[in-house]
């Protein structure tokens, strides 16, 4: 996935995530649900030995970096057009499954995709469920999120 390009003043400065992850040993559980170890799923992604291959993929990454607190992950996998310019973790949620409901292209071999979510949560005690259907579009070579569709 390489660096960040190097910032500039304006809208394409470089975002600044103002949460800090929480350490997630790389040998548990990965929290996209995934069976397999943090560090050979999506911490490979998080510490940008690899980059997502499918849309799936970068999706089930980012619902980890929400869960791992890592907002620096979240910002750099969204699409320069639509990223907001800073992102703060809400730290009470917890991010507690994720499940991948359909996804359209995406594949090594496409320059677009959908993934449609759900995201199970906690916060303060309550449990809720967020759903939506992401659109992803490859960005200088790498997987990113554009927006949620209509
Ligand atoms: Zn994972």
């Known amino acids: 996935m390489g660096g960040m390009p190097k910032s500039r003043p304006g809208r394409r400065s470089a975002p600044r995530p103002r949460t800090r992850p929480v350490p997630h040993s790389p040998g548990a559980p990965c929290p996209c649900g995934l069976p397999a170890a943090y560090g050979d799923c999506?911490?490979?992604?998080?510490?940008?030995?690899?980059?997502?291959?499918?849309?799936?993929?970068?999706?089930?990454?980012?619902?980890?970096?929400?869960?791992?607190?890592?907002?620096?992950?979240?910002l750099r996998t969204w699409h320069p057009e639509t990223r907001p310019a800073e992102l703060d973790l809400d730290h009470h949620m917890r991010w507690e499954r994720l499940e991948i409901l359909a996804t359209t292209d995406g594949s090594a071999f496409h320059s677009e995709g959908t993934v449609a979510f759900?995201?199970?949560?906690?916060?303060?005690?309550?449990?809720?469920?967020?759903?939506?259907n992401s659109r992803f579009v490859r960005h200088d070579g790498a997987w990113v999120y554009v927006a949620p569709l209509p």
């Open 42 to 74: 999506c911490g490979r992604y998080h510490s940008g030995h690899a980059a997502a291959p499918t849309a799936e993929a970068l999706m089930r990454s980012r619902y980890s970096a929400y869960a791992v607190h890592d907002a620096a992950y979240v």
């Open 118 to 132: 759900r995201a199970h949560y906690g916060l303060r005690g309550e449990h809720d469920v967020m759903e939506e």
